[in-house]
């Protein structure tokens, strides 16, 4: 397998980075390849502008999605973006791996996202019309790929818990989840969280660790979260509104959009390409 890790964390010497470490050790050791992005080391520049799209007329107004579109299809994207689609394209499996800041990714990698998913590649791609809504939530450039997050945060489990303060994990990750990582097409894993870290002491450390290595040696078998495809039948479209019939009557929010009833008895589409 090969594997790309985006790493946001500005101190190597973090428990991220010892985490990342872990990862990677054992990602090697399972004979896999590993790349990684390290947002912070490299320098990335997090925010879209015009210096982005060096072929955009200077005298027209700026239009950041049609620039990507533009400069996705001419080929005329910076070059640290290029090698950023390259690595996704080379990689069967993507890891982002961040602490929890404000209950979401830090900037810089929000940035990463921004300015690496271009028009045309991540989206905007596909049919779009009455009957079909482009190729994405589940299909796509990245369809039969991997993808899942590694995060740290200070609450404590049951912060983040169905009835907790901060509001369910799932729910608050839902947005990269199924946002950012399913609508390019990525099978989606459960995400790796480490919760309560701030009391982090020595003795807390491996236990955590060996539950990484574990997550790390399932990677290519555990079951994705099973989203629902948005051109698989289950939502009327143009409207892109579940059909009433599917999901517990009355039933709103974001786990209306995971597909629990049948997931049990499907193949997850990636393990059928892995035993192909
Ligand atoms: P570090 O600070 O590097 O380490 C954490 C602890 O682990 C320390 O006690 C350290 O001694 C110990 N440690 C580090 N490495 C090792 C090792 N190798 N072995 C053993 N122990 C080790 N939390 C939330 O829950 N929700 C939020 O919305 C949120 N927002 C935040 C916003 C900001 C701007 C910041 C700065 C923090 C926020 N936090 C939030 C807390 C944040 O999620 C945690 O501080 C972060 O996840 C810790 O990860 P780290 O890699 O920076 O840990």
Do not use: C
Request: net charge negative; glycine share 10%.
């Amino acid at each position: 397998m090969k594997v790309l890790l985006v790493f946001a964390h500005p101190e190597p010497r973090s428990l991220n980075g010892a985490l990342r470490d872990v990862a990677i050790r054992e990602l090697e050791a399972q004979g896999h390849e590993v790349r990684v992005t390290d947002l912070y080391a490299d320098g990335w520049k997090a925010e879209v502008d015009r210096a982005d799209f060096p072929a955009w007329p200077p005298e027209a107004r700026f239009l950041p999605a049609g620039a990507s579109k533009k400069a996705f299809a001419t080929n005329t994207l910076t070059e640290d973006v290029k090698a950023e689609i390259d690595k996704l394209l080379w990689a069967d499996t993507l890891i982002l791996q961040f602490p929890l800041w404000w209950y979401a990714m830090p900037a810089i990698l929000k940035g990463w996202v921004d300015r690496v998913y271009a028009y045309g590649f991540a989206y905007g791609v596909g049919e779009h019309s009455d009957k079909r809504w482009g190729d994405r939530f589940g299909e796509g450039t990245l369809a039969g790929k991997r993808a899942m997050l590694i995060v740290t945060a200070g609450g404590w489990e049951e912060h983040y818990s169905a009835r907790g303060v901060n509001g369910p994990i799932d729910d608050l990750l839902f947005p990269i989840n199924h946002g950012i990582l399913y609508y390019p097409g990525y099978d989606v894993l459960p995400p790796f969280v480490v919760y309560r870290v701030d009391r982090f002491g020595e003795a807390d450390f491996e236990p955590v660790a060996e539950r990484l290595r574990e997550r790390m040696r399932t990677l290519e078998t555990i079951w994705p979260i099973p989203y629902r495809q948005q051109n698989g039948g289950d939502y009327h479209i143009p409207g892109m509104q579940l059909r009433p019939e599917l999901g517990d009557p009355g039933a709103t929010g974001f786990a209306l959009h995971e597909d629990r009833a049948t997931a049990k008895s499907a193949t997850p589409r990636s393990t059928l390409r892995d035993v192909a």
